[in-house]
C-alpha cells in the first residue's frame, strides 16, 4: 500500500477492505466512468489538516473558553459602572437642586413670598382677602350660553314670586336662638 509522495509524483491506489462494495450495498466507479462531483465536494477534500493548523484551532477554542467568562465579566462590570455612573450624575443633579433651594430660602425676601402663599401671612396694616372657589373658567370649557338679538319670555311672574316669598316669611314662626342677642 503506497500513498501520495510529494514531489515524486507517483500516486498508488489502496486496496479497499470491503472487497470492492461499501457497506455491501454501493458500487465503487469504475475506471474510466466519469462521477460528477460537487464544487463543495472538491472544496471539502482540498482541506488539509497539518499539525500546525490542528495546533492553532486548539489554542483558538483555548483561548475562547479562557476569555469567554473573563470577557462576559468585563462586560458586565462595564454595565454596572455605567448604572453606577448614571446615578452618581442624577445625584448630582439633586444635590444642585437642593443648594438652589436652599440659597433661595437664605434670601428674605422669597421667605416673605413663601409666608404669604403657603401660610398666607401679611405684614402689619394690610388686610388679607382669600377667594374660595376661584376656579378658572377655561377648565370647564364654554358652556355659556348664546347671546341673541331676539327677546325671550320668562316662564316665571318674578313679581308674584316676590308676593309670595314676602308673605310666606311674614306668616313664619319666630325662632329665638340662644346665640342671638
Known amino acids: 500500500m503506497t500513498t501520495r509522495m510529494r ?7 489502496r486496496p479497499n477492505p470491503t472487497g470492492g462494495r461499501a457497506g455491501g450495498a454501493a458500487r465503487t466507479p469504475q475506471p ?22 490542528l495546533l492553532m484551532m486548539g489554542l483558538v477554542v483555548l483561548g475562547v473558553i479562557v476569555v469567554g467568562p473573563n470577557l462576559k465579566a468585563y462586560i458586565e462590570q462595564r454595565q454596572q459602572i455605567a448604572a453606577l455612573q448614571e446615578s ?9 437642586e437642593v443648594r438652589d433651594e436652599r440659597e433661595r430660602w437664605n434670601d428674605s425676601t422669597y421667605v416673605m413670598t413663601q409666608a404669604r402663599d403657603r401660610l398666607y401671612y401679611v405684614n402689619p396694616g394690610e388686610i388679607s382677602f382669600i377667594v374660595i372657589n376661584d376656579v378658572d373658567a377655561g377648565l370647564f370649557g364654554d358652556d355659556e350660553p348664546q347671546v341673541t338679538d331676539s327677546l325671550t319670555e320668562t316662564k316665571i311672574d318674578w313679581a308674584q314670586s316676590m308676593l309670595s316669598s314676602l308673605v310666606s316669611a ?5 325662632v329665638s336662638g340662644s346665640g342671638q342677642g
Not at 514531489?7 to 491506489?13: L, Q
Open 7 to 13: 514531489g515524486t509524483g507517483t500516486v498508488a491506489k
Open 170 to 174: 311674614g306668616y313664619a314662626d319666630v
Open 32 to 53: 474510466g466512468v466519469p462521477v460528477p462531483q460537487s464544487e463543495a465536494g472538491n472544496w471539502l477534500r482540498g482541506i488539509r489538516f497539518s499539525g500546525f493548523s
Open 88 to 96: 452618581v450624575d442624577q445625584s448630582a443633579a439633586e444635590i444642585a
